[in-house]
């Protein structure tokens, strides 16, 4: 994030590269960046004659390179956004040629998502010199709840820690999906509002009772009645709550605690960092280590691969999801 800050601020300080290659795993910030060079670089008038948007689908390095050695007409510089820039991944290397001396009333902007160019390779050490190589990587599991309270505080909200957990169980480390969340939530509440587990379940449509983090924190804490009671919930709406991925994320957690018994140092901060989760989960893992010892984890690991096998529809195509639930449980209770 403070790279991405850098950028922006060395955009508003007028050191402004001709190349700009963005890319990489993680979407957000490639998305960001584009955003801020597409509103910022031209006026509204500016922008008609002197801004051009392609897609990497529908163009080629010919015809990109073509646009960008074109002179801005009544402006300082002319703007060329190239989205979706991974589709010309089999052709990206005939842009050295541009790289090694880009026009220089240009500002020529890649949006190469979801991949990354070979580092050791002659077009991207070009593109290093010769403009600005960014790439946005995915953010591990157990950084994402801070980011959460970091942006959130930007913009002068706060967030409990449950649902700041909440939202990581259920949305993973997807930035623009949990943006997009969080951007629902900022439109009806005024700033200075603190986010709960109430405001999350009432508009982002999570249950704050009846979830997958509920569930999993039930069989850790071995609450065999409130498993079964989420589990019967889960049965009832299957559409929210497909087997599929509850049980891999409980295949997830048990593989955790598997890791989490081998580890030595059991401090707070040593399994928050080696398990990749949020400080804030690292009681259930101990919670659950002495409740289920390590031969016990071992067994429950192998039993829902074979309930993952069954929810796929192999050798168990009539069974409902609600007794590979039921099933489940007891392989894990018993």
């Known amino acids: 994030m403070e790279e991405v800050v850098k950028i922006i601020n060395d955009i508003k300080a007028g050191n402004i590269k001709p190349i ?21 670089l031209l006026t509204e008038d500016e922008k008609g004659f002197n801004q051009m948007v392609l897609y990497g689908r529908d163009t080629t390095i010919d015809d990109i390179v073509a646009n960008a050695k074109r002179y801005p007409m009544m402006a300082e510089r002319q703007v060329v956004i190239v989205k979706e820039a991974q589709e010309l991944s089999r052709t990206i290397d005939q842009l050295e040629k541009y790289a090694e001396n880009p026009q220089p ?23 290093e010199k010769h403009g600005l190589v960014y790439e946005s990587k995915k953010m591990y599991d157990n950084k994402v709840g801070e980011w959460i309270k970091r942006v959130l505080q930007g913009k002068g909200y706060g967030i409990e820690p449950k649902a700041m957990a909440m939202l990581v169980e259920f949305l993973g480390n997807d930035l623009s999906r949990i943006a997009n ?20 379940e009432e508009n ?14 039930a069989i850790g804490d071995k609450n065999q009645f409130k498993a079964y009671q989420i589990a019967n919930y889960f049965a009832q709406n299957q559409k929210d709550n ?24 059991k401090s707070s901060s040593n399994v928050a960092k080696i398990l990749r989760v949020s400080p804030y989960f690292v ?15 071992s067994a429950i690991v192998g039993k829902l691969r074979d309930i993952d096998v069954k929810s796929k529809g192999v050798g168990a195509n009539s069974l409902p999801q609600g007794d590979l639930l039921k099933e489940m449980l007891v392989n894990i209770f018993n």
């Open 181 to 200: 969340e969080l951007t629902k939530l900022e439109i009806i509440l005024p700033k200075g509002s603190t986010i709960t587990p109430h405001l999350i």
């Open 283 to 297: 009681n259930d893992y101990i919670a659950a280590a002495h409740n289920y010892p390590m031969k016990k984890v």
């Open 105 to 127: 009333t240009t500002v020529l902007v890649f949006a190469y998502k979801y991949k990354s160019l070979d580092k050791r390779k002659r077009i991207t050490k070009t593109l």
């Open 204 to 217: 982002i449509g999570f249950s704050k009772d009846f979830n997958v983090f509920e569930f999993r924190k």
């Open 20 to 40: 700009y290659f963005l890319m990489g795993e993680e979407p957000y910030y490639i998305d960001r960046i584009t955003e801020y060079l597409e509103d910022n």
């Open 242 to 265: 497909p087997i599929v991925v509850t049980n891999g994320l409980v295949f997830s957690f048990f593989s955790s605690l598997l890791q989490y018994h081998g580890l030595k140092d």
